[in-house]
C-alpha cells in the first residue's frame, strides 16, 4: 500500500523516476534541480535502481545523451534549469522531431541577467515552440504524479513525444511536503514496459534524424504538430486512468470557485495555491472573483480553457516571466490569441508578478483582482504591468 | 526545379521520418543544383581515374574500355575533377551552352 510520508519534493521527484524503472539517466547539476539528480546518482550506485547513469559535462550533452538513449530504445530521464534548459536549446527541437519519449522535469529558475537562481518561468516560457508536452505542478503530490503521467504519456504508441514537467524551483524543489508514494506494483499496474516502435536495432537497421530538404521540412513540421496536437486525447486518458486506480484526478485546467465570478484570475505551478487562499479571503469580503490554472500547459488546452471561463466579463492573468518589447507575458498572449476569434471575448489584463524569485503574497493577488476589477470599468492605457515595481 | 521522388504529403511520412531502406539518397537526384558540367575529352584521356576518386558525388563513373563518364543525376558541377585531371581532359561547360 501506498503511505503518506514527509519528502522533500526533488527526493520524490527522483523516486517516482526510480519506479519507473529509467533505464538511462544523462543529467548535469544545476540548482535548484541539483538533488533530483543527486538523489538519482545515489539509487544508481547504491543498485536499488538498475539504470546507466552519465554525468555528463554540460546541459547540452545531457539531452544529445538523451536523444541517443531514447532511440536505442531505452526509458529515459533527465532534469535541469534555468541557463541548463537554455544551454539545451537547440538539442531540445530534435527529441520530438524524432518522436522520442524522454521525460525531463524542470525546476524552474529565472534566466540571467541578472544572475538569479530564484524561481520564475522565463527558462521555460523561452523554449514555448519546442514540440514538447509540459505541465505544471502545484504540489509536490502533483510532481509525483506528473513524472509518472509522463512517462505514461510519452510512450504511448499514439503519442511518442517527449514530456516535460515543470516545477517551481525551491518554492516547490526544495519544500519538504507530505506526499503519496506509490509502490511498485501499484506504480507497474499504470505504467507498462516501454516498446518503441522504432529505434536503432543493428538486426534491423533505420537512419534516425535524417536532413530534411525544401520539400519535406514543411511536412515534417506539420506531422509533429498534429502529432502534439492529437497528444491530448492520451493525456486526458492517463489523468483518468490514474484516477481511477489511485484516487486522484487531474485535468488539464483546474476551476476553483469561479461560479458567479465576475474576474476570474490565471495562474499556473505553486503559486495556484497562495491565489486559492486569497481567493477564499475575496470570497469572505463578497467580492466574485474564481480561480482557473493551467495544469497543461503544452498541448494548449483551448477548449477546456474557453469552458473554464465561459461567461466571464474579465480575467487577470499573472505571468511570472517577461516578453520584452512585447505586447504582454507569454501566458497572456496565448490565452489572448485563443480568445480572439471567440464572441463576446472577455477582456484581459495581465499581471506580470514573481520574477527572480520575488514571493507572490495573498495581498499581491488581492492588488491584483482589485485592479482587474477597476480596469473593468475603465480601461487602462497599458498592455500589462509589473505587480510589485517599485517605481522610483 | 529539384525533381525529387522521395515527395510525400505529411501523413506518408514515416514516424519521426526515419529513413528504413538503405541507400534511399539515390532518389535524391542532386544533379538539377549544377551550373557546369564536366566534358571529358577521350583524346587527352589517361584512363588514370583520379576523378573517379576525387569526385566526392560518386558521378565520375567508370565507362566501357577503361574511361570514365559523368552520371548527370548527382553531377553537382563543382570542377574538382577538372582541377585534379592531370591532363586537363575534363573541361567545365556551362549548362545553357
Known amino acids: 500500500m501506498a503511505k503518506r510520508i514527509g519528502m522533500e519534493v526533488s527526493i520524490a521527484a527522483s523516486e517516482a523516476v526510480k519506479l519507473a524503472d529509467v533505464d538511462l539517466i544523462a543529467a548535469y547539476p544545476i540548482t535548484p534541480q541539483t538533488h533530483i539528480v543527486e538523489h ?11 539504470a546507466a547513469f552519465v554525468p555528463v559535462e554540460s546541459e547540452h550533452s545531457a539531452m544529445s545523451c538523451c536523444i541517443g ?23 531540445l527541437f530534435i527529441a520530438p522531431a524524432m518522436r522520442l519519449p524522454i521525460v525531463m522535469v524542470v525546476a524552474n529558475r529565472a534566466l540571467s541577467g541578472p544572475i538569479s537562481i530564484w524561481n520564475d518561468h522565463s527558462d521555460i516560457m523561452s523554449e514555448q515552440d519546442i514540440a514538447w508536452i509540459q505541465t505544471f505542478a502545484e504540489n509536490g503530490q502533483e510532481v509525483f504524479d506528473l513524472v509518472l503521467h509522463a ?71 506539420k506531422a509533429t504538430d498534429e502529432a502534439l496536437i492529437n497528444s491530448k486525447k492520451v493525456v486526458l486518458k492517463a489523468w483518468k486512468e490514474f484516477g481511477d486506480l489511485f484516487g486522484r484526478y487531474y485535468n488539464p485546467v483546474e476551476s476553483y470557485k469561479t461560479e458567479g465570478a465576475e474576474v476570474i484570475l490565471i495562474t499556473m505551478g505553486s503559486i495556484s495555491e497562495t491565489a486559492m487562499t ?38 487577470a492573468v499573472v505571468d511570472r516571466a517577461l516578453s520584452p518589447g512585447g505586447a504582454c507575458g507569454p501566458v497572456a498572449e496565448e490565452i489572448k490569441a ?50 510589485g515595481v517599485r517605481e522610483i | 526545379m529539384a525533381k525529387i521522388d522521395a515527395v510525400m504529403g505529411w501523413k506518408k511520412l514515416d514516424l519521426g521520418c526515419v529513413i528504413r ?23 587527352k584521356c589517361i584512363k588514370c581515374g583520379l576523378c573517379w576518386v576525387y569526385c566526392p558525388d560518386l558521378a ?23 582541377k585534379e585531371c592531370p591532363k586537363d581532359a575534363i573541361t567545365m561547360v556551362l549548362e545553357e551552352d
Open chain 1, 40 to 50: 538519482l546518482s545515489e539509487v544508481v550506485a547504491d543498485g536499488e535502481l538498475d
Open chain 1, 69 to 91: 538513449s531514447s532511440a536505442a530504445g531505452a526509458r529515459t530521464f533527465t532534469a535541469t534549469s534555468s541557463q541548463g534548459l537554455a544551454l539545451m536549446h537547440e538539442i
Open chain 1, 151 to 221: 512517462f505514461r504519456v510519452a510512450e504511448d504508441s499514439k503519442v511518442l513525444l517527449p514530456v516535460i514537467v515543470n516545477l517551481d524551483g525551491f518554492t516547490l524543489s526544495h519544500v519538504i511536503e507530505p506526499i503519496e508514494i506509490l509502490d511498485k506494483a501499484e506504480v507497474d499496474k499504470y505504467l507498462p514496459p516501454y516498446k518503441p516502435k522504432v529505434r536503432l536495432d543493428p538486426r534491423k537497421p533505420v537512419s534516425m534524424g535524417m536532413v530534411g530538404i525544401p520539400e519535406i521540412y514543411t511536412e515534417a513540421k
Open chain 1, 278 to 315: 486569497a481567493i477564499d479571503k475575496m470570497r469572505e469580503k463578497g467580492m466574485p472573483v474564481g480561480l482557473v490554472r493551467f495544469r497543461l500547459w503544452k498541448p494548449f488546452p483551448a477548449p477546456e480553457f474557453k469552458k473554464a471561463i465561459a461567461g466571464v466579463q474579465t480575467l
Open chain 1, 338 to 387: 485563443a480568445l480572439y476569434a471567440e464572441r463576446g471575448r472577455p477582456k484581459v489584463y495581465n499581471f506580470i508578478a514573481g520574477l527572480g524569485g520575488r514571493d507572490v503574497t495573498v495581498e499581491n493577488f488581492e492588488e491584483i483582482v482589485s485592479k482587474a476589477f477597476t480596469y473593468a470599468k475603465k480601461r487602462p492605457k497599458q498592455l500589462y504591468e509589473m505587480i
Open chain 2, 21 to 43: 531502406q538503405p541507400g534511399s539518397s539515390r532518389t535524391f537526384k542532386t544533379g538539377d543544383w549544377r551550373s557546369q558540367r564536366p566534358v571529358v575529352d577521350r583524346d
Open chain 2, 60 to 82: 565520375m563513373v567508370p565507362a566501357e574500355e577503361g574511361y570514365y563518364k559523368v552520371n548527370l543525376d548527382y553531377c553537382k558541377g563543382c570542377g574538382i575533377c577538372a
